[in-house]
């Protein structure tokens, strides 16, 4: 059963009207991709070796999708990606073989998040793969909220891959931030990838979160029961939404926080804690990222858009 929504604008009004229109089943490939979210309700997974944390094969209807989640990515499962694997287990400071073990916890994990029924958002996006069915990027919500997200605060993904804004925003930065949060709160924890030097890999995150959860008809939707896959959307009902959190510990001011000299990690640092330090901003943090390994922070002075009164300003932060 598949939902589509629509927003249109008349011209010269500034008002929106939401159009839901009631589809059977179709066969879209990526050519053919939507522009409208198209919504897989009561979704099921299906098991295949292939699937791991953030891709996996799924029964919607009558027809199986193969869907590769949006704006995280967890581990590989296998030594078939090498190069991929070393970056990811550089990444997350652990040995290839750790970054494995991660990628299998990470592919239990979301068996064990989609082992009831789940819903799909997306726009079939063709998101490549090495599989023989096309593959397709997605948001997928559980009973408790968005999997990625999940997946993220648990410390088995992190906030990387192909972004899209999720439904209902217009944007994927205010996603992006809160995937950054929760990826700086399970670091701080040391569970998952962040906690595998410690034994903590299958270690449960010590504080609860509140995930977004999609809803499709503009209501807020109890978490403890999963959307009801039988129901008729009226008409001129508002588009799919998300209802998102605001992120854990932040308050309404931008301004950033005073930070100790000398305490960031050049490597290591998250992109959010590059951006605390005055006259680095989302642009530069992401250049600074890129260009890594750096031997020391005197490196800095080789990124591009750091000249001698950038550096001046910024080196005294890092270590």
């Known amino acids: 059963m598949i939902f589509r929504f629509s927003i249109f604008s008349r011209v010269g009004v500034g008002a929106l009207i939401a159009v839901v229109v009631w589809s059977a089943p179709v066969d879209l490939c990526a050519r053919d991709q939507s522009k409208d979210w198209i919504v897989f309700k009561d979704c099921r997974l299906i098991?295949?070796?292939?699937?791991?944390?953030?891709?996996?094969?799924?029964?919607?209807?009558?027809?199986?999708?193969?869907?590769?989640?949006?704006?995280?990515?967890?581990?590989?499962?296998?030594?078939?990606?090498?190069?991929?694997?070393?970056?990811?287990?550089?990444?997350?400071?652990?040995?290839?073989?750790?970054?494995?073990?991660?990628?299998?916890?990470?592919?239990?994990?979301?068996?064990?998040k989609l082992s009831q029924p789940f819903t799909v958002f997306t726009h079939m996006s063709d998101a490549m793969g090495q599989s023989r069915l096309e593959r397709f990027y997605a948001f997928v919500e559980t009973k408790e909220g968005d999997l990625g997200e999940q997946l993220v605060r648990n410390g088995l993904a992190r906030s990387y891959g192909f972004k899209a804004a999720p439904p209902g925003l217009t944007s994927s930065r205010i996603e992006v931030e809160k995937l950054l949060q929760f990826e700086d709160e399970a670091k701080r924890e040391k569970i998952g990838a962040w906690g595998a030097n410690a034994g903590r890999l299958n270690a449960h995150t010590q504080t609860p979160s509140a995930f977004s959860?999609?809803?499709?008809?503009?209501?807020?939707?109890?978490?403890?029961?999963?959307?009801?896959?039988?129901?008729?959307?009226?008409?001129?009902?508002?588009?799919?939404?998300?209802?998102?959190?605001?992120?854990?510990?932040?308050?309404?001011?931008?301004?950033?926080?005073?930070?100790?000299?000398?305490?960031?990690?050049?490597?290591?640092?998250?992109?959010?804690?590059?951006?605390?330090?005055?006259?680095?901003?989302?642009?530069?943090?992401?250049?600074?990222?890129?260009?890594?390994?750096?031997?020391?922070?005197?490196?800095?002075?080789?990124?591009?858009?750091?000249?001698?009164?950038k550096y001046a300003q910024i080196r005294p932060y890092f270590q």
């Open 213 to 309: 959860s999609f809803v499709a008809d503009g209501k807020t939707q109890s978490r403890s029961a999963p959307p009801d896959a039988s129901a008729i959307f009226p008409i001129a009902k508002p588009a799919a939404s998300i209802t998102r959190s605001s992120p854990v510990g932040t308050t309404g001011s931008h301004a950033k926080e005073k930070i100790p000299l000398g305490n960031i990690d050049i490597n290591t640092a998250t992109e959010k804690e590059l951006t605390t330090v005055p006259g680095i901003g989302h642009v530069m943090a992401a250049r600074i990222i890129a260009a890594r390994p750096f031997r020391s922070a005197d490196d800095l002075k080789r990124v591009s858009g750091i000249g001698k009164k």
């Open 47 to 112: 098991a295949n070796p292939a699937n791991d944390g953030d891709s996996f094969h799924v029964s919607a209807g009558e027809k199986e999708y193969l869907f590769r989640l949006y704006l995280v990515d967890s581990p590989e499962t296998d030594e078939m990606t090498p190069r991929r694997l070393i970056e990811q287990a550089k990444y997350f400071g652990v040995t290839v073989p750790q970054a494995i073990e991660v990628g299998r916890a990470a592919k239990d994990f979301t068996q064990e």
